[in-house]
């Protein structure tokens, strides 16, 4: 709850921004009397009415000593006319430079604001971009769902492939240990029959066989001149 | 409106000692009245973007003007220091 002893911002009128200064001051002639004072005149004397005026103030003063002339008064001539002429020859030289001066300053004052409101401009449309982001949303989720079951593809193959080539090597130890035992079998079996065979040959036997063998050459050689 | 409600600048010369009677002079009013005429001076011919002279010299003018009331005195008697 605000307490406050007066209402606060009841009327239009508040304390900024500032008015701006006016352009020009009140008229002056000759640098001294107000534009009023001819105005102020000019119905019932016209436009000299002010010149004879200040010629008459002016030799009533100097007739009757009001104003006594002195070595001060020299002076005052002398100062007012360097000072007078000072003014006319320089002044708008001096006036352009403190105008060129408040320039540069409302200049800067301006930049600044400006920069300010481009800054602002630019946090805007940021701020409308990241909402016109916001929604894409679900392509983002729909992406990141898909990379998820992709990841989990993947792994479910690659396990099934790692039972597959376990369960193979197992199954083909058993047929090589069995082709192993098969084979040592006949071979023992083998080694067996030719050891008793060759035992079983008396010397008998095998010179017959020899004598048998070289009676067949001989036969085979004939039929072979006979061909030839 | 009535003579004594009125401004200053809107009496007439004939009933200016007739307004200076009938108004209850006090300090504040006094106090007020030359604040109130001496910002609307600045803001005629000091507070403007382009100022000349003027208002500075009115100033200058016036002060002269007030120094040399001051001393008259002083002036009007003959010094030995002469023009030449």
Redesign the interface.
């Given at each position: 709850v605000l307490h406050a002893t007066r209402p606060l911002h009841t009327t239009q009128q508040s304390l900024a921004p500032v008015p701006p200064l006016p352009e020009k001051g009140g008229e002056v002639r000759h640098g001294l009397i107000p534009e009023e004072f001819f105005q102020f005149l000019y119905p019932k004397t016209g436009v000299t009415g002010p010149y004879m005026l200040g010629t008459g103030l002016l030799l009533y003063l100097l007739s009757k000593e009001i104003y006594v002339i002195n070595h001060e008064t020299v002076a005052a001539i002398c100062i007012m006319s360097v000072i007078i002429y000072g003014i006319k020859k320089f002044g708008a030289d001096v006036a352009a430079f403190a105008d060129k001066l408040n320039e540069e300053k409302v200049a800067t004052a301006q930049a600044m604001k400006n920069e300010a409101l481009q800054t602002l401009q630019t946090a805007i449309e940021e701020e409308k971009k990241e909402q016109w982001r916001v929604e894409g949303r679900s392509y983002l989720f729909d992406a990141k769902r898909n990379n998820i079951a992709m990841l989990l593809e993947a792994n479910y193959r690659e396990r099934l492939l790692m039972v597959y080539n376990e369960v193979k090597k197992r199954l083909d130890y058993q047929v090589a240990m069995q082709n192993l035992k098969r084979q040592k079998e006949q071979d023992h079996m083998i080694q067996w029959v030719e050891k008793s065979v060759v035992q079983s040959i008396t010397p008998q036997q095998q010179k017959e066989s020899i004598a048998k063998c070289i009676l067949d050459l001989k036969v085979l050689s004939k039929s072979a001149h006979a061909t030839v | 409106g009535p003579l004594a409600q009125r401004r200053l600048m809107d009496v007439r010369l004939g009933e200016l000692h007739v307004w200076v009677c009938s108004q209850h002079f006090s300090p504040q009013r006094l106090l007020a009245a030359a604040h109130r005429a001496w910002s609307s001076y600045c803001a005629?011919?000091?507070?403007?973007?382009?100022?000349?002279?003027?208002?500075i010299?009115?100033l200058l003018?016036g002060y002269c003007l007030l120094s040399?009331g001051w001393n008259?005195q002083h002036?009007?008697k003959p010094?030995l220091?002469?023009?030449f």
């Open positions: - | 005629r011919y000091i507070h403007v973007k382009q100022g000349g002279p003027a208002g010299s009115m003018a040399y008259y002036l009007s010094s220091a002469l023009l």
